[in-house]
């Protein structure tokens, strides 16, 4: 038998033993439900929740709420920092090489099983809404419209049982509109459900809504003290890649300035806009093209002009997303279901911000590592909580099933976050997470390397160029300079290359690690 086809059978027989049991039981109408909203590259540090200097300037009062209401997780590290992988991670619970989503080339094998096919057959009405990009058709839902690929910002396509269909708005919007409608006109009112409402933003090309445009160009966003990173302190990977505010982020197709008014470009980029959408895109971008033409700017003035208009692009998103998570919280309370929904908020990664002069993701350095975990469980979880235990979000399967009193199957890899979110951590919590990212050569040219993070330090193997890199996270929290090869610490990397061969046996990971 197939591997394929073992894992389909197996996964059957799990769905029918556990339908059987719920059946039986009548244990499903005791069940919370669950509300997972997630967005797309999503910094934490653009979360004033967390207490960055960007949040005083571009506050999300509504993502806030689950916070105060709830738990903020301050160490949850992704197992591989890009989407798709990251996606998967979360559905089936294991790492990459396992779930088979390395990189955002391979296709999700829709045979597996997953946490939604798990609550499914546990009674709960499934749906997800919005941004998939697993390239299969979503299985173990009784509901699903998701985008196709990347999706589009405005006037969004959608994937749905029936076809494609394409719906005018904002897909921010568009995205909340559907789930709102599901939970109000579309789902089985006597069974708990369990919905995953997926923004496409802020993905890159960060464009903002008809709300929001313009909304932050009288701002001066604070620039990263490492705005400006000559990366003498680290290796070749950080030297090498292409990732920069300097010299990647493109004026036309990111900043939305072109230059040429005849590109073709610009007509292909503004050509799904409707023509009262085109008239608000104009009235904001046309001014600031002008500006930029007179400007004649260069060398660091010109990087502070793109960071300056990146992040009031980008976080001019953020504010629909917070806007929308607003409409949903409310909806939850005037529906009497809040006291009975856990509200999750969440990301696929990290992302910079012009920390080291980069934007993107992919690194296991901080910035793309680390995501923002929120958990408002009423009656469980006591407000304004903070937890600075290590999680994952491998760890996000086994905690929904946990949540819905059903076991995990032993091929998932993380740990419940219900203890946690109780308060208790136990005893056994692990002392450090596992990564590795995979896609190189690829987009933004960030070569393979696997690591291991604790809460005081961080190692990263780039493989495929003999290198490792050490941090010292308690002084050297930016990451400016690795000291793998001071002396001052050459006892502590025998214990932490122990540690990450142990993890490595215990997840399974191929040996060797070039796959």
Request: glycine fraction near 8%.
């Amino acid at each position: 038998m197939n591997p394929g086809m073992k894992s389909l059978v197996n996964g059957l027989v799990l769905l029918t033993f556990v339908t059987s049991f719920y059946a039986c039981t009548g244990r499903v109408a005791e069940k919370p439900n669950i509300l997972f909203i997630f967005s797309d590259d999503h910094a934490y540090q653009a979360v004033s929740a967390y207490d960055f200097e960007i949040g005083k300037y571009a506050p999300t009062p509504n993502i806030d709420r689950i916070a105060a209401e709830g738990m903020r997780f301050d160490r949850c590290y992704v197992t591989n920092s890009i989407c798709a992988p990251s996606r998967a991670t979360i559905l089936t619970g294991k790492h990459s090489h396992l779930n088979g989503v390395l990189t955002n080339r391979e296709r999700f094998d829709s045979t597996m099983v997953t946490f939604p096919l798990i609550l499914q057959a546990s009674g709960y009405q499934t749906a997800i809404v919005g941004k998939w990009h697993l390239k299969t058709t979503p299985m173990g839902f009784d509901f699903w419209e998701v985008l196709p690929g990347q999706g589009h910002y405005y006037n969004p396509d959608f994937r749905t049982p029936e076809g494609i269909i394409r719906v005018k708005g904002y897909v921010t919007e568009v995205i909340t509109d559907k789930a709102l409608e599901w939970l109000q006109e579309k789902r089985d009112k006597t069974k708990p459900f369990m919905l995953m409402l997926q923004h496409k933003a802020p993905h890159r090309r960060w464009e903002p809504g008809p709300g929001q445009l313009g909304m932050f160009e009288d701002v001066i966003f604070p620039e990263p003290g490492n705005l400006f990173d000559d990366y003498q302190g680290r290796g070749t990977a950080a030297k090498e890649q292409d990732m920069t505010i300097d010299r990647t982020m493109r004026l036309d197709y990111d900043l939305k300035v072109w230059v040429d008014e005849e590109d073709q470009g610009k007509e292909r980029f503004s050509g799904r806009l409707a023509e009262d959408q085109r008239a608000l895109w104009d009235a904001v971008y046309e001014p600031i093209r002008e500006a930029y033409l007179k400007g004649n700017l260069t060398g660091k003035e010109m990087v502070r002009w793109k960071y300056q208009r990146y992040m009031r692009d980008y976080l001019a998103c953020i504010q629909s997303i917070d806007e929308n998570v607003g409409r949903v919280l409310d909806y939850l309370e005037t529906s009497e279901l809040a006291e009975n929904t856990i509200v999750i908020y969440n990301s696929d990664q990290g992302f910079y911000l012009g920390e080291h002069g980069w934007f993107d993701k992919r690194f296991m350095y901080e910035e793309s590592l680390r995501t923002p975990l929120i958990v408002r469980w009423p009656g469980v979880t006591g407000s304004g909580q903070v937890n600075d235990d290590l999680v994952s979000n491998l760890d996000f399967a086994q905690t929904f099933l946990a949540i819905a009193g059903a076991d995990a199957p032993d091929e998932m890899q993380g740990e419940s976050l219900v203890p946690l979110l109780h308060g208790n951590t136990p005893s056994t919590w692990r002392n450090s997470l596992y990564y590795h990212y995979y896609e190189f050569p690829g987009a933004h040219s960030v070569r393979k390397h696997e690591g291991i993070a604790t809460k005081s330090f961080k190692l990263m193997h780039f493989y495929n160029l003999g290198e490792w890199e050490l941090y010292d996270l308690e002084k050297d929290p930016d990451e400016m300079k690795s000291i793998f090869d001071d002396p001052a610490y050459q006892e502590i990397i025998p214990e932490l290359k122990k540690e990450l061969d142990s993890l490595k046996f215990m997840y399974g990971v191929p040996v060797p690690t070039l796959l």
